[in-house]
């Protein structure tokens, strides 16, 4: 990715950033996910992410302006940000000054964790609500955890759509908060890679050469959503994030052995 040329890697990284783009705008995220897990097995994260991220914010913005109506303000200002924010900031240093390819495998079994936790949960509900001071002190501990793994990674999406399902049952209001939140971290994202030279002209002209795949992705994913009852979105998400998230173990495994081996 370092011209601006339309082969056939650019068409590879075009049909991926497709269909990330159509699985946000259709559920409220996953985008980032699926360019962590899959288009950066082959473009170096440090490469990809700034070309992505510009895009990623154009997608956000889209759908959160839309359907700006569905937005839980109150749920973003009170419970995510204020941890999420600290988290990002951490997260963005990390990124960096350490190498930090080994935290993925973490993530990825993270990520697989809640997602068979979810699954569960939509399958067989529990008998009674869920809550308490421990669930809500864990759910605290996730946003923070989020916050530093989308600073490292440009990735929180498992981890905050697991904090947010116990609050935003509804689907629009789902989608339409997690899109805002996005935009916000989206931009703290690309305000920081603007800052240390990341975010370049080069990088900005790749991203224009991928802008359809963000447009077609939101066409297509807004009919989708509106389309799919939610039941079967999230059951559907639930498994693409255990299969993320065991790629992305996966990938992270030669960097945990150079780790355990260089101790």
Request: some cysteine; aromatic content about 6%; charged content about 10%.
């Amino acid at each position: 990715m370092t011209d601006v040329v339309v082969d056939a890697a650019t068409l590879g990284l075009a049909a991926i950033l497709t269909l990330a783009f159509l699985t946000e705008a259709a559920i409220g995220f996953g985008s980032t996910l699926i360019v962590v897990s899959v288009a950066a097995m082959f473009v170096p994260l440090t490469t990809l992410l700034p070309t992505y991220q510009p895009l990623a914010v154009g997608l956000s913005l889209a759908v959160a302006w839309r359907e700006r109506a569905h937005i839980d303000g109150a749920f973003l200002r009170r419970r995510v940000l204020p941890l999420m924010v600290p988290g990002l900031v951490v997260g963005m240093v990390l990124f960096r000054i350490w190498r930090a390819e080994a935290l993925l495998f973490l993530v990825g079994v993270a990520i697989a964790g809640l997602a068979l936790v979810e699954l569960r949960r939509l399958l067989w509900p529990p008998a009674t609500p869920e809550g308490g001071v421990a669930s809500r002190l864990l759910t605290a501990v996730v946003l923070l955890v989020a916050g530093v793994v989308h600073g490292l990674f440009g990735t929180s999406g498992p981890l905050v759509v697991w904090a947010a399902s116990r609050t935003l049952e509804d689907k629009a209001r789902f989608r339409a908060t997690l899109s805002l939140l996005w935009l916000i971290l989206g931009v703290t994202l690309v305000v920081g890679f603007v800052v240390d030279g990341t975010l370049t002209s080069s990088t900005l002209g790749r991203s224009a050469v991928l802008l359809p795949t963000m447009v077609l992705g939101y066409v297509l994913g807004d009919r989708v959503h509106h389309a799919v009852p939610q039941r079967a979105f999230r059951l559907g998400v639930c498994v693409l994030l255990i299969v993320a998230g065991a790629v992305l173990s996966t990938r992270a495994l030669p960097a945990v052995v150079a780790l355990l081996g260089g101790a």
